[in-house]
């Protein structure tokens, strides 16, 4: 069975610091990783995805993840904090064949301060 | 484009009494769709999918269930509500692999 552990239920950062979220994942058979933003009472909204090729996957709002086998990770980050990056982030993992069932992390909640 | 819409967006229900929560997709045809739960500090957890009408599987036991009644309409239901069914619902579609999009959720308290 697939899972997902995201380490930090809660990251605060400053204004224009590095953002780092972490997620290990575990997978029998190759994955395809998520990261999904959520902002309060909304719904889920896709970042990026890694499904095959490059490692290093690039998304929307300046995020970055990057895609580590013999680590099991795809930890998110981004250079640069920005105040409106303040909201909830999940990890979710999904196999590469049959019915598409995301397997979601616990989510991170990334405070930033001015 | 294709849109998902959810409702009602906020419930509160007695303990004990019926529910009722629709998902709609508009701009595509067959999809896949989904209802997850997020309850405070858990996460997302996956209760229903469907590959079609008639069409459900129950991935988590409990006194919920799920029906499709057409190809864009997902409802949730519970004949008798219970404490532990508060929490925000999530619907989704896919016609890609893996990626979900999601309704804005229907946000649920069991008083």
């Known amino acids: 069975a697939q899972s997902v552990t995201q380490l930090g239920s809660h990251v605060s950062v400053s204004e224009g610091a590095l953002v780092l979220l972490r997620c290990n994942y575990s997978s029998s058979v190759p994955p395809y990783l998520f990261w999904y933003v959520q902002y309060p009472n909304q719904g889920l909204q896709l970042l990026l995805k890694?499904?095959?090729?490059?490692?290093l996957v690039k998304g929307i709002n300046g995020f970055e993840a990057e895609f580590k086998k013999s680590e099991t990770s795809f930890h998110l980050t981004k250079p640069s904090a920005h105040m409106s990056d303040a909201a909830e982030y999940f990890c979710a993992v999904s196999e590469h064949t049959g019915f598409q069932k995301l397997v979601f992390g616990t989510g991170t909640r990334l405070l930033v301060s001015p | 484009s294709q849109t998902i819409h959810q409702w009602p967006a906020t419930l509160v229900q007695p303990v004990g009494s019926p529910l009722s929560l629709e998902c709609t997709v508009e701009g595509t045809s067959n999809p896949n769709l989904y209802w997850y739960r997020q309850a405070a500090g858990r996460g997302l957890q996956l209760l229903f999918y469907?590959?079609?009408?008639?069409?459900i599987s129950s991935e988590v036991p409990q006194n919920l269930s799920a029906s499709r009644p057409q190809d864009r309409q997902f409802i949730l239901s519970s004949k008798k509500l219970l404490l532990s069914d508060s929490g925000f619902y999530l619907c989704?579609?896919?016609?890609?692999?893996?990626?979900?999009?999601f309704g804005e959720g229907s946000r649920l308290t069991v008083l």
């Open positions: 890694y499904t095959t090729g490059a490692t």
């Open positions: 989704a579609w896919t016609d890609a692999p893996g990626e979900l999009f």
């Open positions: 469907s590959v079609g009408i008639g069409q």
